[in-house]
């Protein structure tokens, strides 16, 4: 008794086909346990495939499982490449080519085989895929799909289903991945007409509105509740459903359905609750005690009754989670049990062993050994396919078990300590580490190390910098025994923008890491990640670096942290093409190799040398989106935040700008990032600037100069020396401008700094020492357009001039700058072009009230977007209206909504 038609989703529905009828696509479709995924991507004729929630790091599985099921559609010809996937799609044996001679690296193994994936669907021309439950994927199924969609086939349509509660890390693909054409739809539940309308279609007659209401109130609108409910009550009678909660109805209709069905029937039902994924009749028979053949005939009649469905060819299992459970949580104790130790006993024999499965069931069939050491090996091999978040989640499972030994646990935990850094669970891991320093079972050998591994991920977080610091200070007299890791948190000691320390306390740390770097390569390229970032902040520039042999996943990923620190830190001082180079090799290596915080990082400066580079369309978005996965993060958001505030005070939205300035840590910065507070802070002082307010751009300067004298790290003036004099100047405070430009000219003696010797140009110019003109050929040698053009703005003194910058800044999408000088050229009396780009837009908006429409949208007011592009109040009024006539809405709050 289901819907024959889709209810309440007209419009997500015309999203989706449009999309899909338009490939080269990807859809991703978002929605709760229930909402109706399933039934809204089953409109559409493609091939389906499942995540299952055990995931296991057999990589790519769902993937073939579809490409098998389109073996029908293929039609173009194939290349040799593809003869790859022989040993992965037994239905396509006779038309692939020969499988080719192996590589013997594993990495160009895998990238062979995600080309072979991609020249198949190529070859099977027009084809569209839904994959559901994406959040139960494995990360190499994640890496194939992201390798597909940066150079997707033309005539594939990819769909992915979600819930978002249940995503790791917080992104679809394992991390802020956008493909060029995607289309996003989120499922909401239904409101009570829908509801009502569900209710009827699935009767095939009118209910009360009293009925409608009441079912609305018992399943709060989830599709699948509000079917389920209808099929225990199968009377649509109100009164029924006052005495029927929801997960008691969910229950009955399960019941219902098994009840009348033969008893070999139930067991087969229960063999499949247990186990708790699809699975063929050979393992379900084997679960149950029973023949094959008995159990083919009890899957059938579960099938006729709606019990049990077939989402993956030949095997059986669940049409949802909700159910499962509600026959897995009527069975009594000691029948789950012995369940579960059969489910041990079948899955044990499988190759490769489904090890994340096997855990689980070990843990519910109460063999605590078995599931430390299932679940130890299945945390080794996440960790090894480059699953951290498989890993961190089982070692976290397996540590805070009270019955675990305490030898278990000092081995458990030093590998969680291990690991915890390359993901993204930063609540969770942090709390796990204090519940261990807790725990008596704790060897006081180990405790140390629990303790640093504490400290490593609170200098990650917000806030956390100080007290991070210091429970790695407080570790390294524990760690006497263990010089390696006691190097490892001297190292992060060492790094002079973490905390309130000056330079010289880093200079100490560093030292005594350069003096003792050991030899074995992991940990050797660990330290060198500290160190020579750290060298490049202080000093501006390293030697020329040998690459580190890396010849195991932990040092893959500790070479890719090396690149990342590098690039990341020349990225501070100016040395924009290597800290390209290092980036480019860097981020490759973490997206290889699975470390999700590690790609976070490099993302991060990657948006911030586009923005220097000029690079700004879609900029604030890819930012905005990375901030959402990494929250927790402050390495990683306080630089997105940084890119934004700038991106919005170029745009006059002044209030956004601030909001993003602050969360970089401007209220507390002996918290913050050091180098991002400063340029935050002299981020605010050419906000406040811009809007005619050097008293207050003035004592900015003031609390980042502070930070940036109190740490003596003058690498990092770039981004706050230039803006701070003009404010002091114009705030009446010579004296305090020239001395910082003097100040800085020192300390630039000895380091190889190129940014903060472009501020110290731009210092000078303002002190009539230097011309701008030399300050903005400076910025243009260093790739800085939006710079070079705001001090060629300096010297421009013809309309000309005016407007052919007007014309850079529209280019990079920097509108207020634009609107400024338009606005001088039309004060001096000059012709100011149109911005027209063809005689009339019609109902489309024009670029002048694009401008405006993304202030109104801001929340700004008529007199705040007035001074943002230096407009009159009236025209700004004029433009307004036209935005909410041509927009359909009757009001400046429903164009915010």
Known sequence: ????????????????????????????????????????????????????????????????????????????????????????????????????????????????????????????????????????????????????????????????????????????????????????????????????????????????????????????????????????????????????????????????????????????????????????????????????????????????????????????????????????????????????????????????????????????????????????????????????????????????????????????????????????????????????????????????????????????????????????????????????????????????????????????????????????????IALLANVLGARIHIEGVIDELTPPQADDPESTRQLARLYNNIADSYSWVGHYRWAARFLRTGLDLATRSGAPYIVGTAEATRIRLDWLAGRWSGLDERARQLAEVYEHLQPVTAELYLVRGWLATAQGDWDTAVGCFRQTGLDAPESAIAPVVIAAFGGMVSLLLARDDPEGAACQADIGLKVLRRKGVWSWAGEIAGQAVEAYLKAGRDEDAHALSRELATALISLDAPLARAALTVCRAHLGFETFEAARRHYDSLGQPYRAAQLAERGAMTPEALNELAAQYEMLGATTDAARCRHLIRTTGGPVPSRRGRRGYGNELSPRELDVARLLAAGQTNREIASALFLSRRTVEQHVANILRKMGVSSRQDLIS
């Open 1 to 524: 008794m289901t819907s024959p038609v889709l209810v309440g989703r007209g419009e997500e529905l015309a999203m989706l086909t449009a999309a899909v009828t338009n490939a080269p696509s990807v859809v991703f479709v978002e929605g709760e346990e229930g909402v109706g995924k399933t039934r809204l991507v089953a409109e559409l004729a493609g091939v389906v495939g499942h995540c299952q929630p055990l995931r296991d790091p057999f990589p790519y599985g769902v993937i073939f499982e579809c490409l098998g099921a389109s073996a029908g559609k293929l039609t173009g010809r194939l290349g040799a490449i593809t003869g790859a996937l022989r040993p992965y799609l037994p239905e396509l044996a006779d038309r692939l080519p020969p499988a080719p001679e192996p590589l013997g690296d594993p990495a160009a193994e895998r990238h062979r085989l995600f080309r072979a994936v991609r020249d198949l669907i190529t070859a099977i021309g027009g084809l569209t895929l839904v994959i559901e439950d994406i959040h139960w994927a494995d990360e190499g199924t994640r890496q194939l799909l992201r390798f597909i969609l940066t150079d997707q086939p033309p005539e594939l349509s990819l769909v992915l289903t979600y819930r978002r509660e249940d995503l790791p890390g917080g992104t679809t693909l394992g991390r802020a991945f956008r493909p060029k054409r995607s289309t996003h739809i989120v499922l909401k539940p239904l409101d009570p007409d829908s509801v009502r309308s569900l209710a009827e279609a699935i009767l095939r007659r009118p209910v009360s509105h009293e009925f409608a209401t009441t079912l609305y109130k018992r399943t709060a609108g989830i599709p699948l509740v509000v079917e389920e409910t209808m099929h225990a009550l199968r009377n649509p009678d109100a009164r029924l459903l006052d005495t029927v909660e929801v997960p008691a109805s969910l229950r009955e209709a399960m019941i219902e359905r098994l009840d009348g069905l033969p008893t070999i029937a139930r067991g087969i039902a229960e063999a499949a609750a247990v186990l708790g994924v699809p699975a063929e009749i050979e393992a379900l028979s084997a679960i149950a005690v029973e023949t094959q053949a008995r159990t083919q005939q009890a899957i059938t009649k579960l099938l006729e009754a709606g019990v049990l469905i077939e989402p993956i060819q030949n095997k059986y299992g669940y049409r949802h989670a909700l159910a499962r459970r509600t026959v897995y949580d009527s069975l009594p104790g000691p029948r789950r049990q012995e369940l579960h130790l059969r489910s041990v006993r079948v899955l044990s024999r499988l190759q490769p062993r489904p090890l994340v499965q096997l855990a689980e069931h070990c843990k519910r069939a109460g063999l605590l050994q078995e599931w430390l050491r299932y679940g130890e090996q299945a945390a080794d091999t996440a960790m090894d396919a480059g699953d951290a978040s498989t890993a961190i989640e089982l070692r976290c499972a397996l540590v805070s078990e009270p019955e675990v030994p305490a030898a278990d646990v000092d081995r458990l935990a030093t590998k969680l300590c291990q690991d915890a850094l390359a993901g993204l669970h930063q609540h969770e891991v942090t709390a796990q580490f204090e519940r261990l320093l807790a725990d008596p079972r704790l060897s006081d050998e180990v405790r140390g190390e629990v303790q640093l591994g504490l400290g490593l991920v609170l200098v990650r977080g917000y806030d956390e910098i100080d007290r991070g610091r210091t429970e790695i200070e407080l570790a390294l007299p524990a760690l006497a025994h263990r010089p390696e890791r006691a190097l490892r948190g001297m190292a992060v000691l060492a790094m002079p923008y973490l905390g309130t320390a000056p330079l010289a306390e880093h200079l100490v740390w560093l030292r005594k890491v350069e003096e003792c770097l050991p030899d074995a390569p992991s940990v050797r």
